[in-house]
């Protein structure tokens, strides 16, 4: 997932994508804890999409708040 994609995404599908990220990155905890998954590098990865998508969600926050101010 790179940034660049993401910021061409509305802020309704940004919450949904990070939402699928966040049941994602359950999923693969409960898999580790119970020793069904050995996928162990895909953590690192959800949880850098999670944080891009919460990055480019800021964006959109501090640019609609310095539309607004103006």
Do not use: C, P
Request: proline fraction near 0%; hydrophobic fraction near 35%.
């Amino acid at each position: 997932m790179k940034a660049s994609d993401l910021r061409s995404k509305s802020a309704e599908e940004l919450r949904q994508d990070l939402v699928e990220l966040r049941r994602e990155q359950f999923n693969l905890r409960m898999q580790s804890a119970t020793g069904e998954s050995n996928r162990h590098h895909e953590h690192g990865r959800v949880r850098k999409d999670i944080a891009r998508v919460k990055t480019v969600m800021s964006e959109l926050n501090n640019a609609a708040a310095a539309e607004e101010s103006k």
